[in-house]
């Protein structure tokens, strides 16, 4: 471990007040400043590793807000991530996430997964929906499965005229690849207005954050490895997610892993410096847009900006800057659409307590807007706020891509 | 740890949700922003006085020492509990009683944060005035305890000036309330002034009355630049002198100017020997006049360069320079030691010029930030504790700059407070009497030493 890092932090607590947890709990041992005295005192000896330890660690939602406060410019990101490895290697994860991380370690197992689970949503009576559910989220409010995987469904080149604009490899995530099909056509929609061609390697597969977080270092590798085969080609001008927090696998934990997990380091640094995400990706090429002159009647829309875009692509100016150049939505900021959801890619069925006050804080602010359709560009985050609405004030969550497509010429 | 008949009784008080005793959770209460660190035997989150009472009888019955804390960021080791015992967190104690704009107050709980309260009071344009660096984590109970202050306490005044009443327990368990909801109040000893600034040693705060001020309707910002050390503080000395009550007025040295321009290149002009930030504020035409006396006055005083905000964003960048030197000088080293003695103003120069020369006799690199207009300096000294030998030097420093400020008529700190960093020096500023009249007032509140001993009483 980098001892000057971990001794860089000055308890100064400038972060606590940025921390999404500490904001809910209000107690020290739930904040940045503690997790990083904890890590220091393990790692000095001073404590010993404890299933307490481990789940103080990983009450985190790997959101990144505290080293955007930090004035000692530590990299909480990679202290945690290093930690979490060494909390799982010595105390067993609960079943749950035990069963998530056998499922997204080989791509079949995901499609079979998702085609039982589709299978088990139409058999699951209505009574059982309301009961059961992930986390906060009842049964009946998560999201349908594609009928088709997405990419299965799409061809994997994409190719309009002669003279494409670029290259693009698109990197779709598990969840528009099972979840969310209308976020991939949608992009597809998109890039092929702006002429773009567009690579979706079939070979992709579950970027291995989710089993990273929970220190399932050879299942992640694995995947790490197909992605980085499937995306290093020498053809793509950029390599676009539609989902931010897949976006900082590629960006950040694919580097900040390459000794740990001996990748090959050319070829993820090449993979890291083409990744964009697409809200920046559409933002800087508004250009080659063109919407129907048609009248468009203009819906009111809020945004969600998914903690990982601010924190790994500080993209959500060029987001927002985006949100308001749309001819066919009024753009209408939540006051606190910074605010992290809860969701944190598993933490919002590991701690739904915490989530459900995070979430709840969330609606009351998109309420006070009084918009119609609330974007955000992360699918944990769309699931975590469209599955915790209640049923009266009804808010479509969709990703951004869905509210340009439809009005492009 | 403590005895299990003491721990069911705390259970019983607050639950067993707010009672930690694991050592992992303990070790999270061992530290604030100063480098020592000490174990509590148990942590309660408290959430209302009637608690906090009960707490304090079982504490008192018992003899165990109780420590209050806020967020911990205090910078003096004033919430670390180095006799062991029960910390007392108010930080789930956190809610905004009462505002009340039309007679000028709020009534808050002590584990609100300080920026909670700007948000809760900015809607109906009012503020609470003290804004110590801290702000956006640390809590009225911690800013009460230490009279925390800020660069706008320069025209506004601190913590102190904003208390109009309070609610404390008392190490017996008593509930005390003294103060009232009226500006004027002659009623008996002026209590709050004891209270505040004892660091948690007479008793502990569960309930303030605040008092708020409007949003001035302007603020002015500019960022002068001198090439000498004596203009810049001739131009402050000027433009305090001329009757002008800036609401801010920063001064950063050479070196800490050059260790910011290292980091993020802002433009700042490296060869300056003083570079002040200085913003007024209230009434639109007022400012815009003050700001003109105050043009003339620094451009007499030899002032290089004048740089305004036209815009909330210049504003901003113009702050960054000043809001960034913390961290830049954090991140230098592993540890970083921010210091606070003040000096009557006209001695800032002096004073400045004598920290450079102890920093050079050490081998040490100390940037100087000052809240120029009210004397308060903030040598910054990036360091590493682990390194015996640097931490010598550093610690001669620190005692030399105590004694230096001594001698210039200084005090020791201007807002961060004793606790553990400086109870040694007291006697530089105070005589043995004086002290022993503190002791007195301690034990008459607190005769059996429970409430955060082994601080400065
Ligand atoms: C980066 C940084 C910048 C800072 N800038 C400033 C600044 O500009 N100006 C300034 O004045 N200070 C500043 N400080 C110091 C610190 O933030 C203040 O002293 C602050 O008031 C502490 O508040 P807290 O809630 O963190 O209290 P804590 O650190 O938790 O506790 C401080 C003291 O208050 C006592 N206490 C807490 N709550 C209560 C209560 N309810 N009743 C009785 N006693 C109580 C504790 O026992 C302890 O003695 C800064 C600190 C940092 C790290
Ligand atoms: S990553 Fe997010 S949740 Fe975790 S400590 Fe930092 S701010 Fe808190
Ligand atoms: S903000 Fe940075 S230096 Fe300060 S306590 Fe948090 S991690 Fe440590």
Same mark, same amino acid.
């Given at each position: 471990?980098?001892?000057?890092?971990?001794?860089?932090?000055?308890?100064?607590?400038?972060?606590?007040?940025?921390?999404?947890?500490?904001?809910?709990?209000?107690?020290?041992?739930?904040?940045?400043?503690?997790?990083?005295?904890?890590?220091?005192?393990?790692?000095?000896?001073?404590?010993?590793?404890?299933?307490?330890?481990? $789940?103080?660690?990983?009450?985190?939602?790997?959101?990144?807000?505290?080293?955007?406060?930090?004035?000692?410019?530590? #990299?909480?990101?990679?202290?945690?991530? $290093?930690?979490?490895?060494?909390?799982?290697?010595?105390?067993?994860?609960?079943?749950?996430?035990?069963?998530?991380?056998?499922?997204?370690?080989?791509?079949?197992?995901?499609?079979?997964?998702?085609?039982?689970?589709?299978?088990?949503?139409?058999?699951?009576?209505?009574?059982?929906? /309301?009961?059961?559910?992930?986390?906060?989220?009842?049964?009946?409010?998560?999201? /349908?499965?594609?009928?088709?995987?997405?990419? /299965?469904?799409? $061809?994997?080149?994409?190719?309009?005229?002669?003279?494409?604009?670029?290259?693009?490899?698109?990197?779709?995530?598990?969840?528009?690849?099972?979840?969310?099909?209308?976020?991939?056509?949608?992009?597809?929609?998109?890039?092929?207005?702006?002429?773009?061609?567009?690579?979706?390697?079939?070979?992709?597969?579950?970027?291995?954050?989710?089993?990273?977080?929970?220190?399932?270092?050879?299942?992640?590798?694995?995947?790490?490895?197909?992605?980085?085969?499937?995306?290093?080609?020498?053809?793509?001008?950029?390599?676009?997610?539609?989902?931010?927090?897949?976006?900082?696998?590629?960006?950040?934990?694919?580097?900040?892993?390459?000794?740990?997990?001996?990748? #090959?380091?050319?070829?993820?640094?090449?993979?890291?410096?083409?990744?964009?995400?697409?809200?920046?990706?559409?933002?800087?090429?508004?250009?080659?847009?063109?919407?129907?002159?048609?009248?468009?009647?203009?819906?009111?829309?809020?945004?969600?900006?998914?903690?990982?875009?601010?924190?790994?692509?500080?993209?959500?100016?060029?987001?927002?800057?985006?949100?308001?150049?749309?001819?066919?939505?009024?753009?209408?900021?939540?006051?606190?659409?910074?605010?992290?959801?809860?969701?944190?890619?598993?933490?919002?069925? /590991?701690?739904?307590?915490?989530?459900?006050?995070?979430?709840?804080?969330?609606?009351?602010?998109?309420?006070?807007?009084?918009?119609?359709?609330?974007?955000?560009?992360?699918?944990?985050?769309?699931?975590?706020?469209?599955?915790?609405?209640?049923?009266?004030?009804?808010?479509?969550?969709?990703?951004?891509?869905?509210?340009?497509?439809?009005?492009?010429? | 740890?403590?005895?299990?008949?003491?721990?069911?009784?705390?259970?019983?008080?607050?639950?067993?949700?707010?009672?930690?005793?694991?050592?992992?959770?303990?070790?999270?209460?061992?530290?604030?922003?100063?480098?020592?660190?000490?174990?509590?035997?148990?942590?309660?989150?408290?959430?209302?006085?009637?608690?906090?009472?009960?707490?304090?009888?079982?504490?008192?019955?018992?003899?165990?020492?109780?420590?209050?804390?806020?967020?911990?960021?205090?910078?003096?080791?004033?919430?670390?509990?180095?006799?062991?015992?029960?910390?007392?967190?108010?930080?789930?104690?956190?809610?905004?009683?009462?505002?009340?704009?039309?007679?000028?107050?709020?009534?808050?709980?002590?584990?609100?944060?300080?920026?909670?309260?700007?948000?809760?009071?900015?809607?109906?344009?009012?503020?609470?005035?003290?804004?110590?660096?801290?702000?956006?984590?640390?809590?009225?109970?911690?800013?009460?305890?230490?009279?925390?202050?800020?660069?706008?306490?320069?025209?506004?005044?601190?913590?102190?000036?904003?208390?109009?009443?309070?609610?404390?327990?008392?190490?017996?368990?008593?509930?005390?309330?003294?103060?009232?909801?009226?500006?004027?109040?002659?009623?008996?000893?002026?209590?709050?002034?004891?209270?505040?600034?004892?660091?948690?040693?007479?008793?502990?705060?569960?309930?303030?009355?605040?008092?708020?001020?409007?949003?001035?309707?302007?603020?002015?910002?500019?960022?002068?630049?001198?090439?000498?050390?004596?203009?810049?503080?001739?131009?402050?000395?000027?433009?305090?002198?001329?009757?002008?009550?800036?609401?801010?007025?920063?001064?950063?040295?050479?070196?800490?100017?050059?260790?910011?321009?290292?980091?993020?290149?802002?433009?700042?002009?490296?060869?300056?020997?003083?570079?002040?930030?200085?913003?007024?504020?209230?009434?639109?035409?007022?400012?815009?006049?003050?700001?003109?006396?105050?043009?003339?006055?620094?451009?007499?005083?030899?002032?290089?360069?004048?740089?305004?905000?036209?815009?909330?964003?210049?504003?901003?960048?113009?702050?960054?320079?000043?809001?960034?030197?913390?961290?830049?000088?954090?991140?230098?080293?592993?540890?970083?030691?921010?210091?606070?003695?003040?000096?009557?103003?006209?001695?800032?120069?002096?004073?400045?010029?004598?920290?450079?020369?102890?920093?050079?006799?050490?081998?040490?690199?100390?940037?100087?930030?000052?809240?120029?207009?009210?004397?308060?300096?903030?040598?910054?000294?990036?360091?590493?504790?682990?390194?015996?030998?640097?931490?010598?030097?550093?610690?001669?420093?620190?005692?030399?700059?105590?004694?230096?400020?001594?001698?210039?008529?200084?005090?020791?700190?201007?807002?961060?407070?004793?606790?553990?960093?400086?109870?040694?020096?007291?006697?530089?500023?105070?005589?043995?009497?004086?002290?022993?009249?503190?002791?007195?007032?301690?034990?008459?509140?607190?005769?059996?030493?429970?409430?955060?001993?082994?601080?400065?009483?």
């Amino acid at each position: 471990m980098n001892q000057k890092t971990l001794q860089n932090c000055g308890k100064c607590g400038l972060c606590l007040n940025a921390c999404p947890v500490y904001k809910i709990l209000k107690e020290e041992q739930a904040s940045p400043r503690a997790r990083l005295q904890l890590i220091k005192a393990f790692e000095e000896d001073r404590l010993l590793s404890s299933p307490l330890l481990k $789940e103080i660690i990983s009450k985190c939602l790997m959101c990144g807000s505290c080293t955007g406060a930090c004035p000692s410019g530590i #990299d909480h990101y990679s202290q945690f991530m $290093e930690m979490r490895q060494k909390m799982a290697k010595d105390h067993v994860e609960n079943p749950m996430v035990k069963s998530m991380i056998w499922l997204l370690s080989q791509e079949y197992r995901t499609r079979l997964g998702a085609k039982m689970a589709k299978l088990g949503q139409k058999l699951v009576p209505e009574r059982f929906k /309301e009961k059961y559910g992930l986390g906060n989220i009842p049964l009946k409010r998560l999201p /349908e499965f594609n009928i088709t995987p997405f990419r /299965e469904a799409a $061809e994997e080149t994409i190719s309009h005229g002669s003279k494409p604009a670029g290259t693009i490899v698109y990197f779709t995530g598990c969840a528009t690849n099972y979840l969310y099909d209308d976020t991939g056509f949608s992009t597809l929609r998109i890039l092929e207005h702006m002429g773009y061609r567009v690579i979706i390697p079939k070979k992709q597969t579950c970027c291995g954050i989710p089993l990273l977080f929970h220190g399932a270092q050879k299942a992640a590798k694995n995947n790490i490895v197909t992605n980085i085969n499937a995306l290093d080609l020498d053809a793509a001008d950029t390599i676009l997610v539609d989902c931010a927090t897949c976006g900082t696998a590629l960006k950040h934990e694919y580097p900040l892993f390459t000794e740990t997990l001996g990748l #090959d380091k050319t070829k993820v640094e090449k993979i890291a410096s083409k990744v964009e995400d697409i809200m920046s990706f559409i933002q800087k090429r508004f250009h080659l847009l063109s919407f129907t002159k048609d009248s468009i009647e203009k819906v009111k829309a809020t945004y969600h900006i998914p903690c990982h875009l601010k924190n790994s692509f500080g993209s959500h100016e060029q987001a927002q800057t985006l949100l308001n150049r749309l001819p066919c939505i009024v753009y209408s900021p939540a006051d606190n659409a910074d605010q992290c959801c809860g969701g944190g890619g598993s933490f919002f069925y /590991e701690y739904p307590e915490i989530s459900k006050q995070m979430v709840t804080k969330k609606i009351e602010g998109v309420k006070a807007t009084l918009a119609d359709i609330w974007l955000t560009d992360c699918p944990v985050c769309r699931m975590n706020l469209a599955g915790n609405m209640e049923e009266k004030n009804e808010l479509q969550v969709v990703h951004p891509v869905k509210v340009i497509a439809p009005f492009l010429n | 740890m403590l005895d299990i008949k003491i721990k069911n009784q705390l259970i019983e008080v607050v639950g067993q949700n707010r009672y930690l005793d694991r050592k992992e959770e303990l070790a999270c209460f061992s530290y604030d922003a100063f480098i020592k660190e000490a174990m509590p035997d148990a942590v309660v989150f408290v959430q209302t006085a009637d608690e906090v009472a009960r707490i304090l009888k079982v504490a008192s019955e018992h003899k165990v020492p109780v420590t209050g804390r806020g967020a911990g960021t205090s910078v003096c080791g004033a919430p670390i509990p180095v006799k062991n015992g029960i910390v007392l967190c108010f930080s789930k104690m956190d809610k905004i009683i009462e505002i009340n704009t039309a007679d000028r107050y709020i009534v808050v709980e002590p584990g609100v944060v300080n920026a909670d309260i700007q948000n809760a009071l900015a809607p109906s344009g009012f503020f609470y005035p003290p804004d110590p660096g801290s702000m956006n984590t640390s809590t009225i109970g911690g800013n009460i305890a230490q009279n925390a202050g800020g660069p706008r306490c320069l025209k506004y005044g601190v913590t102190m000036d904003y208390i109009l009443g309070m609610e404390v327990v008392l190490a017996s368990g008593k509930i005390v309330k003294f103060g009232s909801k009226n500006i004027k109040d002659v009623t008996g000893y002026k209590l709050c002034s004891l209270f505040c600034g004892s660091e948690g040693t007479l008793g502990l705060v569960t309930q303030v009355i605040l008092k708020v001020l409007p949003i001035p309707e302007t603020v002015k910002t500019m960022l002068v630049t001198f090439g000498k050390l004596d203009h810049t503080a001739r131009a402050v000395s000027d433009i305090i002198g001329s009757g002008i009550l800036p609401a801010a007025m920063e001064l950063m040295d050479k070196m800490t100017v050059n260790a910011i321009e290292d980091s993020s290149h802002l433009g700042l002009d490296r060869k300056a020997e003083g570079t002040l930030l200085i913003e007024i504020d209230g009434v639109k035409e007022a400012c815009e006049k003050e700001m003109d006396n105050i043009i003339e006055r620094v451009k007499k005083q030899g002032a290089l360069d004048i740089q305004y905000a036209q815009t909330p964003e210049d504003r901003e960048r113009l702050w960054t320079a000043r809001r960034s030197a913390y961290g830049v000088f954090a991140k230098l080293a592993p540890d970083i030691l921010s210091e606070d003695v003040t000096v009557p103003v006209s001695k800032v120069p002096v004073m400045i010029k004598r920290i450079n020369k102890i920093g050079e006799r050490h081998g040490l690199k100390i940037g100087v930030l000052a809240h120029a207009g009210d004397g308060n300096m903030h040598p910054l000294i990036p360091a590493d504790r682990n390194n015996k030998e640097e931490w010598v030097r550093v610690e001669k420093a620190f005692d030399e700059i105590f004694h230096a400020a001594a001698e210039l008529d200084g005090t020791l700190s201007g807002e961060h407070g004793i606790g553990l960093a400086k109870s040694d020096y007291l006697p530089l500023v105070m005589n043995k009497d004086t002290i022993e009249l503190m002791s007195r007032i301690k034990h008459a509140v607190d005769p059996d030493n429970i409430l955060n001993p082994g601080k400065f009483v």
